[in-house]
């Protein structure tokens, strides 16, 4: 009787196996298939072609990335020395006049560096003067309004 258990046991674990053995056979064959399809490529081309082929478009797409580096390190660089700091104040030069028709304006890059327009109107002319200013300093005197509009200029 035991013969049996043992036979039926020994039975019923070949089953197991020789399923699961058909299985894995599909899979291996599953796997085989897409490893044959891959290996030709297309159009018959063989692996060695295709991969020295992705080689040549990670080159071109290196030398694409550094090109558009320097474009955008100059870009950079234009943006940083452009006027883009601003600062303008309104006055009455003349006391006569009124409408605040005269004003300093203060145009800065990221360094400070750049100029202060100072227009004053009066009834009879206009007077134009310009200062140039370095790093936020300015080697001509200011008056009060173009000191405002620097001032403005700088924290903007």
């Known amino acids: ?6 036979l039926s046991i020994i ?7 020789l399923v699961l ?5 599909k899979k291996i064959s599953r796997l085989m298939n897409r490893y044959e399809k891959f290996m ?3 159009n018959a081309e063989n692996l060695s072609a295709a991969i020295e082929e992705n080689f040549q478009q990670v080159e071109t797409l290196e ?10 390190q100059s870009t950079l660089h234009n943006i940083t020395s452009t006027f883009h700091k601003l600062g303008i104040v309104k006055y009455d030069a003349f006391k006569e006049m009124g409408g605040n028709l005269s004003f300093a304006l203060c145009l800065l890059d990221d360094s400070n560096t750049g100029f202060i327009l100072n227009t004053m109107h009066g009834r009879d002319s ?9 790093k936020g300093e300015a080697y001509a005197t200011l008056g009060e309004e173009e000191k405002e509009a620097l001032d403005k200029a700088m924290e903007y």
């Open 1 to 6: 009787m035991r013969d049996y258990i043992y």
């Open 11 to 17: 039975a019923v674990m070949f089953l197991v196996f």
């Open 21 to 25: 053995h058909i299985k894995q056979n």
């Open 40 to 42: 030709k490529g297309k």
């Open 63 to 72: 030398r694409a990335y550094e090109k558009n580096e320097e474009m955008f």
């Open 126 to 134: 206009s007077y134009t003067y310009i200062k140039e200013i370095i």
